[in-house]
């Protein structure tokens, strides 16, 4: 889930009974609100089937969290990450992979608010996350799930946000 892969996240392609919505509400005021609540909402299933037809057709509009500018409220993502290390992770003490997991994401996801801080020249902010997001390094590129394109990100990333954008800016208009 904290992959991105199939099943990722975010609320798009989830049933949960409505007890499990109440008992675990999104919260309100929160970007990034999925990953507030939807481990929660999954570690409180009875039940989980999974479908592998892809259903989904995202839309990127002006204005959405992916494609603004930085606002200090996208930091809610970072929230979101400390709330799930403190809630989810100690349920399962046994399964490093989890916390792995989850680190993965805050690296890789992290990279995208690090860019807008950047651009926006938020230096103090940039450097304080920068800093985190390099200290998982380790997780990062010697993770067997993590993707061969996330890893190259993450270190270009990491050696000079200037050459990642000349990279990202390349490939969006490659493709």
Known sequence: MYYGDGTGVHACGKLFRKSVLIQHPYPIGKLYEETF???????????????????????????????????????????????????????????????????????????????????SHEYELYRRYRKEIGKLYRTVLFNKKGSRVDKIRYLLFLISPKLYNIVKNWYQKTN
Not at 81 to 104: D, G, R, W
Request: charged fraction near 20%; proline fraction near 5%.
């Open 37 to 119: 609540a939807t481990p929660k909402h999954v570690l409180a299933a009875e039940k989980i089937a999974m479908v592998t037809k892809a259903t989904y057709n995202y839309y990127r509009r002006a204005g959405s969290i992916t494609t603004s500018s930085f606002t200090a409220k996208q930091l809610d993502f970072f929230e979101a990450i400390e709330e799930n290390e403190q809630s989810v992770i100690p349920l399962f003490p046994n399964h490093p992979q989890i916390l792995k997991a989850l680190q993965y994401r805050q690296a890789i996801y992290g990279i995208a608010l690090l860019d807008k801080m950047y651009e």
